[in-house]
Structure formats: structure tokens, C-alpha cells
């Protein structure tokens, strides 16, 4: 009978995403958009969007 050993994956520690924020630009239009669409269309989350 064979043996079979499973071990854990070993994973190098990450210390998450760094953002450059001198690159990129802002843009204003997602906000504005947002802001002049009627209340029963303004979603504050994932589940509110799929909800309705």
C-alpha cells in the first residue's frame, strides 16, 4: 500500500497593495453621476443593486 503525504501550500507573507497615488488622475463624473440620479436608483451596496 502506497502512502501519500498531502502538505500545506507555503506562501510567502504579502503585506498587501501599494497604491501610487501621483498616478492616475480624478475623476469626478462617477460621483456626479451618481448624485443626480433619483433616490430609488442611488445603490449604496452590491446587495441594494441586486435587490432592486
Not at 502538505?7 to 462617477?30: C, H, I, T
Amino acid at each position: 500500500m502506497n502512502t501519500v503525504e498531502i502538505l500545506e501550500p507555503v506562501r510567502p507573507m504579502r503585506s498587501g497593495y501599494k497604491v501610487d497615488v501621483s498616478r492616475g488622475e480624478r475623476n469626478g463624473r462617477v460621483s456626479s453621476e451618481w448624485c443626480n440620479r433619483p433616490d430609488d436608483e442611488r445603490n449604496l451596496s452590491l446587495d441594494e443593486l441586486w435587490a432592486s
